[in-house]
């Protein structure tokens, strides 16, 4: 057979979808082999037939001619349909070992009489991740673009061209913050019709690799990103691979994928600078045992009356740390002194909770330091269910009515 066998009919399902394409399959299908016993009919990327053409796919799988062998190939079992599978045997194909795919390209090589440097030829390999397909692929781009004559250098450049995306290549952008620029990079790989499956699936190896390798699992890796990062990174991943099933644009799920990690690793390096500057304030703020007029043991004497009557100022003495600890505190009530610890009642979980933070008590136990004159411990107590009425004594401010929630609610959010 010279491959031109009027008995053996391919079709590329990706470009010929429709119920029309199908229905002229099937009239092809009934007529009888013109020179061989069987007639075959290959159908590539089955997967990508509209409802309809499955739909009338699914009449002639129920009912075949005896002579024709239907071959139906895909990458995305999912997308076909459950009547259709149930009508068909499952062939797996695993990806190719490197004397496989070397076998390959030799029998391409010589049936081309391509000269090409071994070297060349096993960089090729390598890079092509298994797959028969992405070789021969890879392999027609060079040959078009350098001719019969292919040297290592050749590929080399070839594939920095084209924008060929190794791990450890996504590790170092990411650290480096660069989304404009990988998402330039997708949007080259898809112009150029890279498999977005395979190279997520390169990223997923590359990264399980360097994450089992925090625990001295497998080879060694450079350094890189930390543990959480690469955690973070292949959750994205593995994400973006139910994503790859729900949208024609196949490069759209690994850019959601680090758009979002950039936003999360930008989130976390704000809420740490925050923490850093809360902190740095406290130690600043915090009142030195040899300034005048500051004693930082407390002396017990410390009465409910004067922490009431100086709870404005210890408001406005925590305000400048943190302005949702304010509100908190400004919805709360000092409720007694027992023990030499000041009992806060708070009315809401959320809020008890934020308080006893320990940068939010540091705060806290600041102010009331700068304002009573000495260190004073605090605890809180929920007290759901009391009817929260201000203590008749000047300079104590009213727990928070319906007026001051929109405005404590500002603060806390914003």
């Known amino acids: 057979?010279?491959?031109?066998?009027?008995?053996?009919?391919?079709?590329?399902?990706?470009?010929?979808?429709?119920?029309?394409?199908?229905?002229?399959?099937?009239?092809?299908?009934?007529?009888?082999?013109?020179?061989?016993?069987?007639?075959?009919?290959?159908?590539?990327?089955?997967?990508?037939?509209?409802?309809?053409?499955?739909?009338?796919?699914?009449?002639?799988?129920?009912?075949?001619?005896?002579?024709?062998?239907?071959?139906?190939?895909?990458?995305?079992?999912?997308?076909?349909?459950?009547?259709?599978?149930?009508?068909?045997?499952?062939?797996?194909?695993?990806?190719?070992?490197?004397a496989d795919l070397m076998s390959s390209l030799k029998k391409i090589i010589d049936g081309e009489k391509i000269k090409i440097e071994p070297a060349a030829a096993k960089l090729l390999v390598s890079r092509s991740d298994g797959s028969f397909?992405?070789?021969?692929?890879?392999?027609?781009?060079?040959?078009?673009?350098?001719?019969?004559?292919?040297?290592?250098?050749?590929?080399?450049?070839?594939?920095?061209?084209?924008?060929?995306?190794?791990?450890?290549?996504?590790?170092?952008?990411?650290?480096?913050?660069?989304?404009?620029?990988?998402?330039?990079?997708?949007?080259?790989?898809?112009?150029?019709?890279?498999?977005?499956?395979?190279?997520?699936?390169?990223?997923?190896?590359?990264?399980?690799?360097?994450?089992?390798?925090?625990?001295?699992?497998?080879?060694?890796?450079?350094?890189?990103?930390?543990?959480?990062?690469?955690?973070?990174?292949l959750s994205l991943l593995i994400e973006a691979g139910t994503k790859e099933k729900l949208t024609e644009l196949s490069q759209l799920p690994l850019q959601l994928a680090v758009v979002e990690f950039l936003n999360q690793k930008s989130n976390i390096k704000n809420q740490k600078e925050e923490i850093q500057i809360i902190e740095k304030k406290v130690m600043v703020s915090e009142p030195k045992k040899d300034k005048p007029g500051i004693s930082i043991k407390s002396s017990g004497k410390i009465s409910l009356e004067e922490v009431e009557k100086k709870w404005n100022q210890v408001l406005a003495a925590v305000k400048p740390y943190n302005h949702s600890v304010e509100a908190f505190l400004r919805a709360a009530r000092p409720g007694k002194i027992e023990n030499g610890v000041l009992v806060l009642e708070v009315f809401y979980k959320f809020h008890k909770e934020r308080l006893e933070e320990a940068k939010n008590r540091k705060i806290v136990n600041t102010g009331l330091t700068e304002i009573l004159g000495e260190e004073i411990e605090f605890e809180c107590l929920l007290a759901e269910g009391k009817k929260m009425i201000a203590r008749e004594v000047a300079g104590a401010p009213a727990p928070a009515g319906k007026e001051e929630i929109n405005e404590i609610a500002e603060k806390i959010f914003s």
């Open 1 to 98: 057979m010279k491959g031109n066998s009027l008995d053996i009919l391919e079709i590329d399902a990706a470009s010929n979808r429709g119920i029309d394409d199908v229905r002229s399959l099937k009239e092809g299908a009934y007529l009888s082999p013109s020179r061989l016993r069987k007639k075959v009919m290959i159908i590539d990327e089955v997967h990508m037939l509209t409802r309809e053409a499955f739909n009338a796919l699914l009449k002639l799988l129920e009912e075949p001619p005896d002579d024709l062998f239907l071959i139906l190939c895909t990458t995305d079992e999912e997308k076909i349909p459950d009547t259709v599978l149930s009508r068909l045997s499952r062939v797996n194909f695993t990806r190719g070992n490197e």
């Open 133 to 233: 397909r992405n070789l021969q692929r890879s392999f027609n781009e060079i040959f078009l673009e350098v001719g019969k004559s292919i040297s290592v250098k050749d590929i080399s450049e070839f594939l920095e061209k084209y924008g060929e995306y190794r791990g450890e290549e996504i590790e170092s952008d990411l650290m480096k913050n660069l989304g404009k620029e990988i998402l330039e990079k997708l949007q080259k790989l898809a112009i150029r019709g890279a498999d977005f499956g395979i190279l997520r699936e390169i990223w997923v190896n590359y990264f399980q690799t360097k994450l089992l390798s925090f625990y001295g699992v497998g080879e060694k890796v450079a350094e890189g990103m930390d543990m959480v990062a690469v955690i973070r990174w």
